[in-house]
């Protein structure tokens, strides 16, 4: 499977990943390279296997829905690149190109 | 080389102090880091203090367990209250973490003196350690080759004695590849064995934070104390944890016939010459010391890297995700919106390799190609580990080279992103399957480097492979010479 510069642009979008037209050229043929060094999985015959996610049982795990208060709320605003009171600040977030 | 053991006895002893043991330690990281690298943060002040605590119960004529006052480096990408952790991501560029991760926690409390973080590729994402946002690790065996990865820092620094001991994470070989290449021993433990809480996450259904040691001995006395179920993980199994330690001495022997199966895939196409012959002999020495030795054929075996190449970045797509400029990390500057703050922050915070998976894992997950790539490598897990499960019907224990070469130069790898993954080949399947694997130092190649063998066990079969391991190592002498690093 190759895959070409518009597909790239259109990928680091969605992982919202701003690459530089070197970065898109440097990709473009290495990500087309290793796309097709997976090819060979169709080499296996997975018709009647369930697929694997995880290699051990769980069932759902719960606890009791009580507050934990084991990190403090100002240590952990105080990681944030800006904060105001006690919230995360951020840019504008109406009308940005959301596609 | 003197093993945490002994220490332990010449600190209940009182020959020598916990203090001295940090010092010494210190010491040599000041002296060596110049020319190694190995450490990205060095906690001078929090290992003199823990050190002095640990004296102080020794004086007091309390007991104190195995790993009290002994110098340890923990990998950086596991959260430490109060000391940066930053994964080796310039994205996370002076993150301090608000809380401690649970392993570091249990040594903590164990009275493990930690010396440092150490260096890593970024995110744990790459085979040599040149991937790090900060600074490229050296071989302590040749300083112009790598030590592997991702977790060469802590193999760096084990090699060449800067620490006792060091914690490393493993999610396609990121602990037995950089011991191979460093020539000491690293453990992958089985899934969910040990807790990942605090570990920062790469790919979730893979990642497991095993030790390094300069014996099988060592590594298993770490084991022990970061072993067990932990609240605070779902994927931590309730199991019952024994002290690996105490079953491998003094000389211990396995017990009945032990079925050692060799891996046939791994041997042939790709693989090193010197790398082939000394795992051979080594697996001579395991027949003289009592194993039955068959040829086993997992014919799904070198599927698994492209299964791998698909799966882990996908699930770090997804996890790579929660670095928006938000919450912790950096930010950059002077975005217009919401949006373009993500995309800005995030081509400024990660590396090249970095950047790479999140694309190949959102191109994997993505409409229309899914089922093509992320399905198919989850079936293709399913045949993997069926093939192993099969040849556990057979033998006890598998063995294969743990890396088709020995230590590489530095930048010999860097443009030809597929030629690194490569490296990783004999590693990944055991992952994938959720196995216990470790690293055994097996010989050098004509130019002094190391070669590794790699010992796989059943699930939550540590034991015995700590075992095999252990014979193996008291029947060589390939542990016992370090590298001459003045």
């Not at chain 1, 507050?67 to 504008?92: K, N, S, W």
């Not at chain 2, 570091?104 to 350690?129: C, R, Y």
């Not at chain 2, 790469?202 to 390094?212: E, H, N, T, V």
């Amino acid at each position: 499977m190759k895959i070409d510069r518009e597909q790239v642009q259109k990928v680091a979008h969605l992982a919202r990943l701003a690459l530089t037209p070197a970065e898109e050229e440097q990709f473009t043929p290495q990500l087309s390279s290793i796309l097709e060094y997976f090819e060979q999985l169709g080499e296996l015959n997975t018709d009647n296997i369930e697929p694997m996610t995880r290699v051990i049982e769980v069932s759902n795990v719960t606890r009791s829905d009580t507050i934990q208060t084991e990190i403090d709320r100002e240590d952990l605003l105080r990681e944030a690149p800006a904060q105001e009171g006690d919230f995360f600040r951020v840019p504008q977030i109406m009308s940005t190109d959301e596609e | 080389m003197t093993s945490i053991r002994e220490l332990h006895k010449q600190l209940v002893r009182k020959e020598r102090s916990a203090v001295e043991l940090a010092n010494e330690a210190l010491d040599r990281i000041q002296r060596l880091e110049p020319k190694l690298h190995s450490f990205l943060h060095i906690t001078a002040d929090s290992a003199l203090a823990q050190a002095k605590a640990v004296d102080a119960k020794i004086a007091a004529g309390e007991e104190i367990g195995m790993l009290a006052g002994i110098p340890i480096g923990i990998k950086d990408n596991m959260c430490t209250a109060g000391i940066p952790t930053t994964c080796a991501s310039k994205i996370l560029d002076k993150f301090v973490p608000p809380y401690e991760s649970t392993v570091t926690q249990k040594l903590k409390d164990a009275g493990a003196v930690m010396v440092g973080k150490t260096n890593l590729d970024e995110f744990a994402m790459g085979s040599s350690t040149e991937n790090s946002g900060y600074q490229v690790t050296a071989n302590p065996w040749d300083l112009s080759r790598v030590p592997g990865g991702s977790s060469g820092g802590s193999a760096a620094a084990v090699a060449a004695a800067e620490c006792v001991v060091a914690l490393g994470s493993d999610t396609g070989g990121s602990i037995r590849q950089p011991a191979a290449l460093c020539g000491v021993v690293g453990l992958k433990p089985t899934y969910g064995l040990v807790s990942r809480y605090g570990l920062v996450a790469y790919a979730s259904s893979l990642d497991q934070i095993g030790p390094f040691g300069r014996s099988v001995e060592d590594a298993a006395v770490l084991l022990s104390a970061i072993a067990g179920y932990d609240p605070k993980d779902s994927t931590s199994l309730k199991v019952e944890i024994p002290n690996y330690a105490k079953l491998i001495r003094p000389n211990f022997r396995p017990r009945g016939r032990l079925r050692v199966g060799i891996i046939k895939e791994t041997f042939g196409g790709g693989l090193d010459t010197v790398v082939e012959e000394k795992v051979k002999a080594a697996i001579e020495t395991l027949q003289h010391l009592g194993a039955e030795i068959q040829i086993i054929s997992c014919p799904t075996f070198s599927y698994g890297l492209p299964a791998y190449y698909i799966i882990a970045p996908s699930e770090a797509s997804a996890n790579l995700a929660r670095y928006d400029a938000v919450k912790y990390g950096i930010r950059a500057e002077d975005a217009d919106n919401l949006v373009e703050m993500y995309k800005e922050t995030r081509a400024q915070g990660f590396g090249t390799e970095v950047k790479r998976r999140i694309m190949l894992g959102t191109y994997a997950l993505s409409a229309g190609y899914y089922d093509a790539y992320y399905l198919k490598a989850q079936k293709v897990r399913a045949l993997i580990k069926q093939d192993f499960d099969n040849a556990f019907e057979k033998v006890d224990v598998l063995v294969s080279p743990t890396s088709p070469t020995t230590a590489f130069k530095a930048g010999e790898k860097t443009a030809d992103p597929l030629s690194m993954y490569l490296s990783d080949l004999m590693t990944i399947p055991v992952n994938l399957a959720g196995l216990p694997g470790i690293n055994v130092p097996c010989g050098f190649d004509d130019k002094g480097l190391p070669v590794g063998m790699q010992l796989i066990g059943k699930p939550l079969g540590e034991s015995l492979l700590l075992q095999v391991a252990h014979a193996y190592e008291q029947a060589t002498d390939w542990h016992l010479k370090t590298p001459k690093l003045q």
